[in-house]
């Protein structure tokens, strides 16, 4: 066997002071060279743990072997066989805990760069005409309603597509892909991408109503009505959640929902180009420490914030953001408050925040989720001058749906309950899957939902 | 797309469009609003719902020219198309009978509350309108409303017709009168809606407003539309638009619709100019 090579290629990225100023992706991608290079570390192992870390499945050790072997529809092709989004699931998946994390290299301390060279094949299929995969099996006659058009819907409805079932999603908002579009941001995950795995999806048959705010212009038993056969729920945790502090209500105050929303849906940052506005003072504090928070930090550096604080109440080590963008955000100039809890916001006679009284914070005893819960500390509030603040503490699923659906059951968190192996919701012909069954997730672990109510949906409809 | 159908300049500055969005006009109902963009560029607006006509699948909006947004709508024509119209959004007004009700309107909300009135009258209820203009050249739909009110007084603010002054003076007579009112419904600017909540507070009259607070999705994803109604905080998209008067945090709600004055009149500026230019 030949000698194993432990040097990960490193992905070339835009440097830190460039990329604070636009909105273009931050890392750029491999080169032909690079993909080769890092394509052939794989060892091609035998015991493939890889496929067994990714949520849904693609054959990585097959991608890689064709893009070794220069056979470029190939590698397109397997990977497209389990995964409809790979030119998204390549830049945001958190592959250091799934695919990555279980390489056999891994253990080396080099694993594969499975995201980036997932990445390398998606576009390349992107700037080259392919036709390879767009193989749909004869029409069955049925008709699904696949309720919103993000991850979880998107990989429903191909999948249904290419088992020959006729497939609507039915969207709220203008445009399809769900927080890939509105949540996101560009420099992240460029819009073009998720449009070209969208138009894919179309491709394969799958019609897009957008404008369609299911629960208000129409319901699921009205869906059922007019002759769906099977409706899948993807809608998503969207509701924001806020801290509920004095002062929350001021102007300045955004949820992260509405300051990306603006940003990344809207295009703010191209204000008055566009029409949408935002505004972004001197001094920002962004209140949490998930992939979001990040986001919207970084998105208030680019937007001209002379500085931006992540206000975290635990410690660095609890922080759930991705490793890779908690660097990035930091070599972007980011200042990181840990152990800091917002109190109250100050606003002035018009209404406009200027400060927020925080406390710090001491770690005691581990809570329920397995992490030190953090305890003020008495008398040591403090002040800190902001003209803006992004509340980023989550967001639960939006009772939209459920509130107009009679039968569908939800847990007192919100979420849609169902049937583990199947995405079966308690309502009859209503499978559901993704962030409105487990609360905000990741991308994968919403695709993979969507793919396993599909085949269920789809045993459903032949056994009928 | 959604194509215009007709339009209508009902005054100089207050249009109707009536658009074709059959899937939003089998479900209207009064109280209820639509969101809408007017193209690739164009920002999330809310829109209340002034009428519907569920045989030719169309629902009607009247609007006022402010800023750029509803400046450019202003200049559609019958046969153009909008990019995006969604609907219906937030709850229905709450239609029952309960005697007497007040529907009061303060400008364009006139078109919002026309729909209220027709609803609460076929309910079975006395219905009382008081109809506030800054000016007569402003006033219009004096016929629609009269149509289904039992009583309507006209009020405008420099005396050109009706009775001059604001509507809260008639709704304050109504409210010290002999008859008794058992519902008021005050729909328009934020100012006139607050001080008739103020005016009917000390008579205990459940009264019922109408927010317009900024919106983006209109479906409770983005949080920007929160209001603070009886020191809990509410999404008026999907817990409203409709709530009870009494308990609105009035001044809040103003400072927050202010946020983008700045944004708004430079968006507005730059349009103009293009429009001299071009
Ligand atoms: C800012 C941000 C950054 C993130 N970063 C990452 C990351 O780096 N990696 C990662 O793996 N995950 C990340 N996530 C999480 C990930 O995006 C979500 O877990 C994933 O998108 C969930 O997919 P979904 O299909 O369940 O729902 P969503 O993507 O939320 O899509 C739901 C769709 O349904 C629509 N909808 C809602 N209600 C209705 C209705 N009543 N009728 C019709 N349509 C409706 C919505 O408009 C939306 O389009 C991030 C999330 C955010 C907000
Ligand atoms: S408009 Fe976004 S939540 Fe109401």
Known sequence: MAKLDLNRVPMPKQEPEARSENYDEVALGYSDEEALAE??????????????????????????????????????RSLKAKNALPGVCGRVCPQETQCEEVCTLAKKGAPMAIGRLERYVADWELNHQNDSNREVAPATGSRIAVVGSGPAGLTAAADLAKRGHQVTIFESLHVAGGVLMYGIPEFRLPKRIVQAEVDYVRSLGVEIKLDSVIGKTLTVDELQEVGYDAVFLGTGAGLPMFLNIPGENLNGVYSANEFLTRINLMKAYLFPEYDTPIKVGKKVAVIGGGNVAMDAARCAVRLGAGEVHIVYRRSRNEMPARLEELENAEEEGLIINLLTNPLRFLGNDQGWVYGMECIEMDLGEPDDSGRRQPMPREGSDFIIDVDTVVVSLGTSPNPLVPSATEGLNTTKRGTVIIDEGTGKTTKAKVWAGGDIVTGAATVISAMGAGKRAAASIDAYLQGK | MYQIVAKEDVTPQ???????????????????????????????????????????????????????????????????????????????????????????????????????ARAMKQAGNRVISIMGFRTKALMFWEDRLRRFSDQLIITTDDGSYGREGVVTVPLKELLEGTQKIDRVIAIGPTVMMKFSSITTLPFGVDTVVSLNPIMVDGTGMCGVCRVTVD????????????????????????????????????????WQQEQAGG
């Not at chain 2, 939003?24 to 690739?40: C, S």
């Not at chain 2, 937030?90 to 309107?105: D, L």
């Open chain 1, 39 to 76: 394509a052939n570390r794989c060892i091609q192992c035998k015991k493939r743990p890889c496929v067994q870390g990714c949520p849904v499945g693609v054959d990585i050790p097959e991608f890689i072997d064709a893009l070794r072997n220069n056979d470029m529809p190939e590698a397109v």
């Open chain 2, 14 to 116: 207050i249009h109707l469009l009536e658009i074709h969005a059959p899937d939003v006009a089998k479900k209207a109902q009064a109280g209820q609003f639509v969101v809408i963009r007017l193209d690739e560029k164009g920002e999330r607006i809310p829109l209340t719902i002034a009428d519907w006509n569920r045989q030719k699948r169309t629902v009607t909006v009247v609007f006022m020219e402010v800023g750029k947004t509803t400046r450019k709508l202003a200049n559609v024509k019958a046969g153009d198309s909008i990019a995006n119209f969604v609907g219906p959004l937030g709850r229905p007004t709450r239609i029952e009978k309960s005697g007497t009700v007040v529907c009061v309107a303060g400008g364009f909300a006139i078109a919002t509350i026309v729909p209220i």
């Open chain 2, 231 to 270: 020191g809990a905080v509410k999404f008026t998209c999907v817990d409203g638009p409709e709530f009870d008067g009494h308990k609105v945090d009035w001044d809040e709600l103003m400072a927050r619709q202010r946020t983008y004055l700045d944004e708004e009149k430079r968006s507005l500026e730059m």
